[in-house]
């Protein structure tokens, strides 16, 4: 399976707006072979900068990071088909970023490298087609929209949060001052980011 853009011809980004804020539809993304690069503080990210703020909260005043809001995220977004005959609108990306997070085992704050590949064939509620679930055999995601149109921010956003673990700890041992493993039942210790997973995948 290929990713075909040979459709389109070279796109014109508008010189106002945000095209991460624009609302569109995968068709119209895919047709015109656009092409997003994008370097946004979290703080355009509200779900995202949400979770942040809610697991750096268990922290003292005196331990909070400084500017954390301003951290970068950072990436590129590619439109196109996934066919040659240019019916299944499709995207290929990647989004990456490094937000402030409390580690489970001692509870210090670090910083957490976050990475999320995007590889989607766009649909809708409706059943998918069998070319679309070929697609998908090809290694796409299909990602199902709730509205014909909507903002690439939205979809960035989403596959960030997903990427985060469930619990977030220090890969270095020697940098982390807590127990080797983490107590299931300690009142203490949160896991905001499983929480905000299984709510995601129930909605889906």
């Not at 210090?108 to 976050?114: K, V």
């Amino acid at each position: 399976m290929h990713f075909d853009s040979s459709l389109g011809g070279p796109y014109h980004a508008r010189a106002m707006g945000n095209l991460l804020q624009d609302r569109r539809t995968p068709l119209e993304l895919a047709t015109s072979g656009q092409v997003i690069e994008f370097s946004e503080k979290i703080s355009e990210f509200e779900k995202l900068t949400g979770i942040v703020e809610g697991d750096l909260g268990v922290l003292n005043p005196d331990k909070l990071p400084l500017d954390w809001r301003d951290t970068v995220v950072a990436g590129q977004l590619s439109f196109g088909f996934a066919d040659a005959q240019g019916a299944i609108p499709a995207l290929q990306g990647q989004a990456t970023t490094t937000i402030d997070a409390v580690c489970q085992r001692c509870l210090e704050a670090f910083r957490l490298p976050l990475v999320a590949d995007l590889q989607l064939l766009f649909g809708g509620d409706e059943t998918a087609s069998s070319d679309t679930v070929s697609a998908a055999d090809g290694g796409y995601e299909i990602w199902e929209l709730e509205q014909e149109t909507f903002r690439p921010l939205d979809l960035v956003e989403e596959a960030l949060i997903m990427a985060m673990p469930l619990a977030a700890m220090h890969v270095d041992s020697k940098t982390c001052h807590g127990p080797e493993s983490v107590e299931k039942d300690s009142g203490e210790r949160i896991q905001p980011f499983a929480t905000l997973k299984s709510q995601m995948e129930d909605e889906n």
